[in-house]
């Protein structure tokens, strides 16, 4: 349980000022009397005083548990002298790329320039670097020699062995190694963030950190090493992009798969030319009341006032906030273990749950805000639907290795019940000032459909939609939805027809708008005329369809990598092969057929129909 300084952590909402948040300059330290704060902060997102963005999460954190923490949000990376704002921290630089890898909110799936970054001032694309982890600990190491550098969020938690990268189209050490940080936090922080900091306290050098859970720590001598790790194969050997390094590559993520839970996981030691990274055991998962403590923690659920002036856009504030402001976040984790989520590597599938008592209060506090209009926007997490382990064994034996618990063979022990999330959603709907409970988080429609109880599933339809309901069947065939580790075309198709039941019974009139995939691994032009011929039939033809995304930390992304699924093995004792859409312009064909319907996509449809050598098929979906 966390030990935390205040009795009181709850902040009421009146005038806020700059006094009410983190400091993030140094006139803030000169007002509060801090000669040096314990930690400095650097961040690749605008600094949000909300607990769904990790610089204010853990920065809170810390400050309960009595650390002084100073926040550097969106640094000019070009001027050595802003990482020099707050003078050297007593403890550490600690470094976050952001929410999202720096890549990834840089550059689209096709690797074109975005043009707005939502967790910026004003939107505005272009302050955060590529690669952005690496670049800070750069300008940091040359503001200040031998300063402890420690680094985390999702950018270092998801590459923190070696990765392929998909924007240089090649296989990266560990980011550890590349950045030149002493110690890298994985995962989700608060565990680890706590222990380390006490060890720094201590005067434990972070480079000499190596026993706590959630870290991934180095050294170049191998007697460091603790007997019981597992190998990895060595970065030189599955970094050669030939056939054999590729299906290593595909053998060195299964290993690491199979290794991501608390309890049954393993440390894990990869060589990388001369040193060894080591990666300790995932943290455990929060309790309810340590999750509940940590968000009620007294953040202001503003962005800085700082961001108030426009931006060079002439935009104020931080577009991400207003897609979390009137939100809840009610669990962590996902036992869904979707292909091309990277969920599992970094929340991992064990499901943490916050409190009906703690989301109450804070949905209290909610409608006290002078902007609220009598809706909460959400009441989710990774997957809305999930408020509870998969099933009884994983509290003490983890989550299995080597078996799904979801996916188009569900795992006969997941336990299936809505009960404490309807009984949660009906005590919000209650509220006073509450007008309508929303949910736009992930719906895992196949565990909907496996839960013979039918009461959350006409709550939803009666109470929680807003004319209409997003679930992602991501494709059509089964081959490709196997490899996605998601559920059968057919469980879509009655779900589908389920929904329209309950809607007709209830006497409402609300959509389905299903969310698809192109150019996943395993799907090749045949996959997506069977999708578009699907699309045809129903009548649907979706406005955005997702282009595979390629991020690192992915089991997709390991498959379009290398070419391999790492979880079948055939007969002659390799990996089995799957096709993989390459190149911009399969991509694009299969994105054409999947939105068959728009004109300008007519010529690349009967390309993709005459190359799949199917041209009867351009007047059934062109109709002409």
Known sequence: MFQFLSASLLRKEKNLNSSDFLPVS??????????????????????????????????????????????????????VEEFRKFGQPKLGFLVSAGAMD???????????????????????????????????????????????????????????????????????????????????????????????????????PARQIRNVRGTCWYTSRKEEIPEDAIWLPAFQDISKNTEESRELFARSYLTQEQNTDAVNGKILVEPADTRFVVQMPASLPLTTEEFDRVYELPFTRRWHPMYDEPAENNKSGIPALSEVKFSLTSCRGCFGACSFCAITFHQGRRIQARSHESLIEEAKRMTEDKDFKGYIHDVGGPTANFRHDACEKQAKAGTCPNRDCMGVDPCPNVKVDHTDYVSLLRKLRELPKVKKVFIRSGIRFDYLMMDKDKTFFKELVLHHISGQLKVAPEHVSDNVLSLMRKSTHKVYEDFAREYEKTNRDLGMKQYLVPYYIAGHPGAGLNEAIETALYLKKTGFVPDQVQDFYPTPGSLATAMYYTGFNPHREGADGHLEKVYVARGGHERRLQRALLQFNKRENANLVKEALRTAGRPELIKVLLGR
């Not at 809170?60 to 550097?72: K, M, N």
């Not at 004003?122 to 955060?128: E, L, P, Q, S």
């Not at 380390?196 to 201590?202: M, S």
């Open 102 to 204: 720096s890549m990834v909110s840089n550059y689209t799936a096709n690797n074109k320039p975005r043009s707005e970054d939502v967790y910026a001032h004003g939107g505005v694309a272009g302050h955060r670097p590529d690669r952005a982890t690496n670049i800070y600990v750069q300008a940091i190491r040359q503001a200040y020699k031998g300063v402890n550098v420690i680094i985390g969020g999702i950018e270092a938690s998801l590459r923190r062995t070696s990765h392929y990268d998909y924007w240089s189209n090649t296989v990266k050490r560990s980011i550890l190694l590349d950045s030149k940080a002493d110690l890298l936090l994985y995962g989700m922080g608060e565990h680890s963030i706590l222990e380390v900091a006490a060890l720094l306290r201590e005067g434990v």
């Open 26 to 79: 140094s006139q803030d330290l000169i007002e509060r009397n801090i000669n040096q704060v314990d930690f400095v902060f650097v961040s690749g997102d605008a600094y949000v005083d909300h607990p769904s963005f990790a610089a204010a999460l853990l920065g809170r954190l810390l400050e309960a548990s009595g650390y002084t923490v100073g926040i550097l949000a969106q640094p000019d990376w070009k001027n």
